[in-house]
């Protein structure tokens, strides 16, 4: 029986890696195409660049040819911001991003072409993750570099939504670099979390639940056409609560 495909975008992302690593050592129901700017970055990263495919998502000829034969993509792209001013004498520090890498290159236009290559090559299934704070268009993160990062990305995924295509979008809650599957995970609607928060819990995940959750949404037919908030209760002693049943986890997502 022949694998089915998956076409990982920003595979050599801090989140995105964790996704390609991750499907690659543990689920053998996948053959895993990571897609990338950087062949020596992936280098760096990854034992081996066997599969992978190098490109650019401006370029929807790149993305014509990676999206070939695959049934599933995963958007893991995003503008990086760079601090080019540290913070001074009570100045907040200041951002900006690299050229071709602005907000509205990379999570508009790119996304936009990676939505167009997917429907034109017949992928069945888009799994997109992006931020929470997109429902407040004066949030911190959008005057990162002026670049309006949240606005930008939430255009791609109305953009997703009306597309046809089966979706996942999560909206992830800050990122942490702290081991996963040890917490338990909680899902809310239109930044609920960020205005009221259960219990006061910081907002946050650690990126190993949120590739989790992205690598569960592959397969589980609860996880289509669903928009959501993802964070992670604390870490505790308490194994009962860790999230275990992803049926349940996504069926309550309404």
């Known amino acids: 029986m022949m694998k089915k495909k998956v076409l990982i975008t920003g595979a050599t992302g801090r989140t995105g890696l964790l996704v390609v690593k991750k499907l ?8 895993v195409i990571p897609f990338a700017k950087s062949p020596t970055k992936a280098e760096e990263i990854f034992t081996s660049t066997e599969n992978f495919i190098f490109g650019n998502i401006l370029s929807f ?4 040819i990676a999206t070939q034969g695959c049934d599933t993509l995963i958007i893991l792209t995003s503008a990086v911001p760079k ?42 299934h888009i799994i997109l993750v992006g931020s929470m ?26 953009y997703l939504i009306n ?22 995970l909680l899902v809310g609607k239109n930044d609920e979390f960020l205005t009221n928060p259960p219990n006061n819990i910081p907002t946050s995940i ?37 999230t275990y049943d992803w049926n349940n986890f996504f069926q309550q997502i309404t």
């Open 61 to 64: 000829e790149d993305l014509t």
């Open 206 to 242: 650690p990126r190993g639940d949120v590739a989790n959750v992205v690598i569960e949404a592959l397969d589980n037919p609860f996880a289509k056409n669903k928009v959501f908030d993802l964070i992670s209760k604390p870490e505790s002693e308490n194994n009962t609560l860790i």
């Open 83 to 124: 601090m080019i001013s540290p913070p001074f004498e009570g100045k907040p520090p200041e951002f900006d991003f690299e050229d071709r890498g602005k907000p509205e290159e990379v999570d508009w236009i790119g996304q936009k072409n990676q939505i167009d290559a997917a429907k034109q090559a017949g992928i069945k």
């Open 163 to 184: 597309s046809g295509i089966d979706y996942t979008i999560i909206h992830a809650g800050g990122l942490l670099d702290k081991p996963d599957g040890k917490r338990e």
């Open 24 to 31: 690659q050592i543990e689920n053998n129901d996948w053959q």
């Open 133 to 158: 704070g997109g429902t407040n268009d004066n949030h911190p993160l959008n005057r990162l570099g002026n670049g309006n990062i949240l606005i930008w990305k939430r255009k791609a995924e109305e």
